[in-house]
């Protein structure tokens, strides 16, 4: 089990998931319109905040959320440095502190594939919470276990846990999540939207 708050206070996270430019999944879910101009954007699982504040830069209004105070030390100092306003929140993402259909787009990228099985009911719960009707939830994960490092992102690790009516995905679509020192992670990308009303 990762300890995530000590992976920020030691620097460790750097050798791992922090990423020297934006995500490009999320710059082409905001260049392609579904998100509003003066949309609301949710980075889960937002880590040292390089997404959030990217999407910030971009005139999105935008909450990061992420475990690790540290993580959150380190995204608030980031965005200050980079001259954008991000509303930063320690919590967990299957307890978003963010009010009820506030949300255009939720961005997931590497962190459902971390939370238990017995868990996801919640994390879904609350993303069909916080999304408005018609919002999104950019979910990018690992497509394989790993040796059982991660619960990977494919149908029958998600679709039982969708709750009915509320949420609904598009379909799997296989990519390689980068990352910086020619390290590769295969992944999925999957759509999912609140359609209720």
């Not at 930063?88 to 307890?95: D, N």
């Not at 939370?115 to 979910?139: C, Q, T």
């Amino acid at each position: 089990m990762i300890d995530w708050n000590d992976a920020y206070v030691t620097g460790a996270y750097r050798q791992h998931w922090d990423f020297s430019h934006p995500s490009q999944e999320l710059a082409t879910a905001l260049a392609s319109g579904l998100v509003p101009v003066d949309g609301v954007v949710l980075d889960i699982g937002c880590g040292a905040g390089r997404d959030a504040i990217f999407a910030a830069q971009c005139g999105f209004e935008v909450f990061g959320v992420d475990l690790s105070p540290q993580a959150i030390a380190i995204a608030r100092k980031q965005a200050q440095a980079a001259g954008v306003k991000v509303e930063w929140q320690v919590g967990s993402a299957t307890q978003l502190p963010i009010p009820d259909t506030a949300i255009d787009l939720a961005s997931d990228r590497g962190c459902l594939h971390h939370i238990p099985v017995a868990e996801r009911p919640s994390y879904f719960a609350e993303v069909a919470r916080v999304l408005k009707v018609n919002g999104r939830l950019l979910l990018r994960g690992a497509a394989s276990d790993l040796d059982n490092f991660f619960t990977p992102i494919l149908p029958e690790t998600i679709d039982p846990f969708l709750p009915d009516n509320r949420l609904q995905r598009g379909p799997f679509i296989p990519i390689v999540i980068m990352a910086d020192g020619n390290k590769e992670l295969a992944a999925n990308i999957v759509w999912i939207t609140n359609t209720s009303s």
